[in-house]
């Protein structure tokens, strides 16, 4: 929940609420990974570029500083869930 506050918060300051409207903004609240932590936010194709900057905002939820990297764009929401929410943590990598 802190993360969605935040994540708003900066899609109002980015592009407003009308450009939220417009993107139809919506965060996959069934597929957050907490272990992993990764989720899947959906919107308009033609917002893309724009989620992705708004994303690149968020360099702090609560008092920890943290860095949101996108893994992937998919076309549909089942696509994401076998390609992106399927890959690896970096924590496997050590």
């Known amino acids: ?3 969605v506050n935040v994540f708003w918060n900066a899609a109002m300051s980015c592009v ?3 450009g939220a409207a417009k993107a139809s903004i919506w965060i996959v609240k069934d597929l957050w990974d907490q272990k992993q932590q ?3 936010i959906k919107c308009s194709h033609r917002f893309v570029e724009r989620i992705r900057l708004i994303l ?3 360099g702090r939820i609560g008092d920890q500083r943290v860095i949101v990297n996108v893994l992937g764009i ?3 929401l089942n ?3 076998a390609k992106i929410m399927s ?3 970096l924590d496997s990598y050590a």
Request: no cysteine; hydrophobic share 35%.
């Open 16 to 18: 407003g609420e009308l």
């Open 87 to 89: 890959m690896r943590g």
């Open 38 to 40: 990764k989720g899947v």
């Open 1 to 3: 929940s802190d993360f």
């Open 79 to 81: 696509s994401a869930k």
């Open 56 to 58: 690149s905002l968020i």
């Open 74 to 76: 998919s076309g549909t």
